[in-house]
């Protein structure tokens, strides 16, 4: 009897110090670090229909990716951008957002960016 107390024992500490250890290592809770200390990141599944996040400079960005042909093979060929909040886009140039595109287009180089608003009338300025 007193193996199986040991043995449940053991069980839930286990259980417990991986919970904890997926609970810090987690996606998003990476992404709000690199946000509040103003670093770039980009969180991206390599699942197509999912969404992926960046953070620059404070501002966290959403966007899509959309599959095509590109030189006879079926890659990302479209991807749409949006800001999460406009506010946090204060203090952001043209600069920053070329800065974006080029690395996204790292990952995605048969990709065409498409930014939504209110980044793409700043851009057309």
């Known amino acids: 009897m007193i193996w199986l107390l040991r043995f449940v024992l053991l069980f839930f500490i286990f259980f417990l ?5 997926k609970i810090l290592f987690t996606p998003s809770r990476k992404l709000e670090s690199a946000r509040k200390h103003n670093r770039f990141l980009l969180i991206d599944n390599d699942d197509v229909r999912k969404n992926f996040m960046l953070t620059y400079k404070g501002a966290v960005f959403a966007g899509e990716k959309y599959m095509g042909t590109a030189d006879n093979t079926f890659d990302i060929v479209s991807i749409s951008i949006w800001p999460e909040s406009a506010i946090s886009l204060k203090g952001l140039v043209k600069d920053d957002f070329f800065y974006i595109d080029k690395k996204i287009l790292e990952n995605y180089p048969n990709a065409e960016i ?8 700043f851009l057309q300025q």
């Open 17 to 21: 110090l991986y919970a904890v250890v």
């Open 114 to 121: 498409n930014w939504k608003s209110p980044v793409k009338e």
